[in-house]
Nanobody
Framework: QVQLVESGGGSVQPGGSLRLSCSAS????????MAWFRQAPGKEREGVAA????????YYVDSVKGRFTISQDNAKNMLYLQMNSLKPEDTAVYYC??????????????????WGQGTQVTVSS
C-alpha cells in the first residue's frame, strides 16, 4: 500500500502561482509513475502532469505546458506541482496519484492504484 497526502492548494488571482505538494509513504518501491490529476465540477478527472520516477521523465498535457512543472524529491518521498500563470480554467480539485508499471497512456486514471484525498485550487479575480 502507498499513502498519499496533498497540500498547498488555495485561492489565487489569475496570473498567480501555487505549489502543490504530495507526501508519499508506505511501499514506495512499488511506484514507477506519479501524476497530478484534476477534476472540475461536472467534468471528468483529467491528468495534467506525470513523472516516471525512476528517471525523472516528465509528461504534460498541452493545456499546462510551459506553465506547470512536476518534480520529485526522492529523499523526502515528495512530489510537487509548481503552477504558474494560473488561469480560471485551472480551477479544480487536484489529486496526487501513484502507479506501478504503466502500459499505454499515463493519462488514464484507472492506471493509478493509489490516490490522495485532493486539494482545492481556485483561480478567480
Amino acid at each position: 500500500q502507498v499513502q498519499l497526502v496533498e497540500s498547498g492548494g488555495g485561492s489565487v488571482q489569475p496570473g498567480g502561482s501555487l505549489r502543490l505538494s504530495c507526501s508519499a509513504s508506505g511501499y514506495i518501491d512499488s511506484v514507477y509513475y506519479m501524476a497530478w490529476f484534476r477534476q472540475a465540477p461536472g467534468k471528468e478527472r483529467e491528468g495534467v502532469a506525470a513523472i516516471y520516477t525512476r528517471r525523472s521523465l516528465t509528461y504534460y498535457v498541452d493545456s499546462v505546458k510551459g506553465r506547470f512543472t512536476i518534480s520529485q524529491d526522492n529523499a523526502k518521498n515528495m512530489l510537487y506541482l509548481q503552477m504558474n500563470s494560473l488561469k480560471p480554467e485551472d480551477t479544480a480539485v487536484y489529486y496526487c496519484a501513484a502507479a506501478g508499471i504503466i502500459i499505454g497512456s499515463v493519462w488514464v486514471p484507472s492506471q493509478y492504484n493509489f490516490w490522495g484525498q485532493g486539494t482545492q485550487v481556485t483561480v478567480s479575480s
